[in-house]
């Protein structure tokens, strides 16, 4: 009886090896990827998209760790007499991902410094304050992937405390969106 147990088991961790040695190859990646969204509240933008750009490494099957970038574009609006200007958000992140199966649904986060670039005032109209130049940058995320794609929902924001605000308008980088993005293996 002892010995059906030590086979059972042996069994088991050997379809494991199995099972994770399909994605060895996926140990080390570089994810590319696209996203778009809508900016909330949206008193100086009005939406988003963007390309992004990151470097994964899977510490376990299960868990990756890495950097991001890329750049998000931000529609300025018009809003109480303001004609805000288009403006951009370069973030320089760590990337943090949870995978609880091979495929399926994961959580993630970006998290670092999102560089604000773009015109030097928030809005073209004369007296406007000065666009910060960025802050905290964090961006949650949850998702479909597989072994070529991810698929996610994500909010991004870049906080700049009361830099950048205006008479009637607060100043806002942040965005809900959608991304879409497409994983070249490095090897191990």
């Known amino acids: 009886m002892n010995s059906v147990k030590k086979s059972i088991l042996g069994l088991g ?3 494991a090896g199995l099972m994770s040695a399909q994605s060895a190859d996926m140990t ?7 996203n778009g969204g809508i900016a909330v509240p949206s008193e100086n933008a009005g939406g988003t998209v963007g390309v992004d750009l990151s470097y994964q490494n899977l510490i376990t099957p299960g868990f990756g760790l890495g950097i991001a970038t890329g750049y998000n574009h ?8 303001y004609d805000n200007n288009d403006f951009g958000v370069i973030p320089v992140a760590a990337l ?6 091979q495929m ?16 030097d005032k928030v809005a073209s109209n004369v007296g406007s304050a000065d ?34 605000e205006m008479v009637g308008q607060d100043y806002n980088a942040g965005a809900i969106g959608v991304g879409v993005g497409y994983n070249i293996p490095l090897g191990k």
Do not use: A, C
């Open 13 to 15: 961790l050997m379809t």
């Open 28 to 34: 080390n990646m570089l994810k590319v990827g696209i």
């Open 74 to 81: 931000f529609f300025g609006t018009e809003n109480n007499g």
């Open 96 to 101: 943090i991902r949870v995978y609880p199966k």
């Open 104 to 119: 399926g649904f994961y959580l993630g986060t970006d998290i670092g410094y999102g560089f604000i670039v773009g015109d």
């Open 131 to 164: 666009r910060p130049d960025g802050g905290l940058y964090i961006k949650p995320e949850i998702g479909y992937h597989n072994q070529d794609w991810n698929f996610s929902l994500n909010y991004q924001k870049t906080f700049t405390g009361s830099k950048g």
